[in-house]
């Protein structure tokens, strides 16, 4: 399946559930707009450099579309398509006033220089500002972007529209960013796993095993709220390799060795574990928090962890996930589980349109209450339904979603 397909797989078991008419399941389904554009650029040694770049808009019928912005050489329509549903639903599940949207560029920004990066950012906001704006369309930083990109996003549609510090979030602290952005969505990962183990009595994040996919903005985050809580990080694993500890990683020094070094792999106090073994490590809680669709049907018999506690968008195939819930695995879902993000990305928003600022206690409260009355609802409905996590997910954010649909109507 397609990450397109694999978003609809789990919207249409959902609305089976639910019973949701055809109508309302065509308009839920089909996205909104679909854009792809040329974003060439002259590269530092003068030649033509050409890249893809891409935005779909899934649905606004409960406020501006909202996702981020990835550069990535896998990033495609199909990509875009997935990840903007699934932008869709996971406001939906937070009870934001968004809508869903994802895209980026078909590029591996490691080969650009910083200014070919910029000329790059610059030219595909050239390329979408019709489409794009505070009241439209809020890009955000994904994988391989990041607060300097979205300060340039902010800048080049400002130079189109006029002073626009809400077009993008997850901008610096010091160009309107928000306290606690960078870090939300990692806190919000733990956060939501604190309430399920507590609710489900399993206890708490201390004295717990965890081995962690990916160490960028959400991994490493995720990781440092994991030591916080008095979790044990025994393995973690980047795109560069991986490292092990069976007693624990010192988490701080690995912070500190994957700032220098620009991956985990390497770091003293551990032995070196590729990303397959990581996937099947005996640990209560696998958290994969890098690329989607990387638990699948091939390799989903080989988790032995308890709790697959998804960091990153999509990373469980449909397949995976039905081998998963039949071998008694409890999958908490990508769409509630880093909403942290998002939800603090909508606080940053907020902030800008009403050009105040909230200090850092006010919106780890506020997150703590969006992820608490998200889990509410979805434990509600597990209970109700009888369903799955991902399942009682994708039914309240249909619902909300599809409830504005049709009272706004075609
Ligand atoms: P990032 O670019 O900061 O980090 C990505 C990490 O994945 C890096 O450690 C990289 O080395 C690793 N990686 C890449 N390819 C890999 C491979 N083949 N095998 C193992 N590791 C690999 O990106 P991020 O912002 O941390 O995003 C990670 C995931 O979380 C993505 O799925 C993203 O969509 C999702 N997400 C991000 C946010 C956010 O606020 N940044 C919010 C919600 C969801």
Redesign the pocket.
């Known amino acids: 399946m397609s990450g397109a397909e694999d978003v609809n797989y789990y919207f249409r078991k959902a609305a089976r559930v639910m019973d949701l008419s055809t109508r309302v399941e065509r308009m839920l389904v089909t996205p909104f707009r679909e854009v792809k554009v040329d974003v060439s650029i002259t590269l530092d040694n003068g030649e033509l450099g050409t890249f893809i770049g891409y935005r779909v808009q899934h649905d606004n019928s409960r406020g501006p579309m909202k996702g981020?912005l990835?550069y990535?050489p896998s990033v495609d329509m199909d990509e875009a398509q997935g990840?903007a549903s699934l932008m869709t639903w996971?406001t939906a599940v937070v009870n934001l006033p968004f809508g869903g949207a994802k895209g980026g560029i078909a590029v591996d920004p490691a080969r650009l220089t910083p200014r070919e990066q910029e000329r790059l950012t610059r030219r595909f906001v050239q390329q979408i500002h019709d489409i794009i704006g505070p009241q439209r369309d809020i890009p955000?930083?994904?994988?391989?972007?990041?607060a300097q990109v979205m300060a340039w996003i902010m800048d080049e549609y400002s130079r189109m529209h006029g002073f626009s510090p809400a077009v993008v979030t997850?901008k610096p602290l010091d160009l309107f960013g928000s306290r606690g952005?960078e870090e939300?969505?990692g806190r919000g990962v733990v956060m939501a796993l604190t309430e399920y183990l507590a609710d489900a009595g399993r206890g708490a994040v201390r004295g717990k095993t965890f081995a962690l996919?990916?160490?960028?903005?959400?991994?490493?985050w995720t990781a440092h709220f994991l030591h916080e809580h008095g979790g044990q990080v025994v393995a973690v694993?980047?795109?560069?390799g991986?490292t092990h500890a069976a007693d624990g990683l010192d988490v701080p020094a690995l912070l500190d060795h994957?700032r220098a070094a620009g991956?985990?792999a390497g770091f003293v106090g551990g032995e070196a574990i590729t990303?397959e073994a990581l996937l099947a490590l005996d640990v209560d809680v696998l958290v994969?928090?890098?690329?989607?669709g990387?638990i699948t049907e091939a390799n989903a018999a080989d988790v032995r962890a308890s709790i697959v506690l998804e960091?990153?968008?999509?990373?469980t195939t449909p397949k995976a996930d039905e081998l998963l819930q039949t071998r008694g695995v409890t999958v908490l879902p990508?769409i509630w589980v880093?909403?942290?993000?998002?939800t603090v990305?909508y606080f940053e928003w907020v902030q800008n349109i009403q050009q105040f600022s909230w200090d850092e206690d006010r919106i780890t409260s506020e997150l703590g209450r969006h992820m608490r009355d998200a889990y509410a609802t979805l434990a509600r409905v597990v209970r109700e339904r009888k369903v799955s996590f991902r399942t009682a997910a994708y039914i309240v954010a249909i619902g909300r979603v599809g409830r504005a649909t049709t009272l706004r109507g075609v």
């Open positions: 981020g990835r990535h990840l996971k955000a930083p994904d994988v391989n972007t990041n997850g952005r939300a969505t996919q990916g160490f960028g903005n959400v991994g490493s694993a980047d795109a560069g991986g994957a991956t985990v990303n994969p928090a890098a690329l989607g990387v960091a990153a968008n999509a990373p990508d880093n909403a942290g993000g998002v990305s």
